[in-house]
């Protein structure tokens, strides 16, 4: 009969203990609360400011190869400046160094 009601006493302390763990995992956290900030209502120009931590990422990546060989002469273009189709980016001497009965460049 004691062992009975000790075993009751243990179940029912185990499932009150996971009842609370639960309702406690489940409930919303004040992280995810949305906060808002109220004032008066007055006439005036609307300013928004918004800000934000994190890593900016781009939409997309693009690798940009050639197949052509040589040496660089002339960079006409700066990094991130805007280009247009067709537009020459730099002027690339065709001699290629490292082929074999070649001269190389120092």
């Keep these: 009969m004691k062992r009975a009601v000790i075993v009751t006493v243990v179940a029912l302390a185990v499932l009150g203990t996971g009842f609370f763990a639960t309702a ?7 992280e995810d609360e949305v906060k808002y900030r109220t004032s ?19 939409w997309t990546t693009v690798d940009i190869k050639s197949k052509a060989g040589g040496r660089v002469d002339a960079l006409l273009v700066d990094e991130g400046s805007l280009v247009t189709k067709n537009q020459v980016l730099a002027n690339i001497d065709p001699c290629q160094p490292s082929s074999p009965g070649r001269p190389r460049w120092s």
């Design 40 to 58: 008066k209502v007055t006439f005036g120009t609307v300013k928004k400011t918004v800000s934000a931590t994190g890593v900016l990422m781009p």
């Design 24 to 30: 406690r995992l489940r409930a919303p956290s004040t």
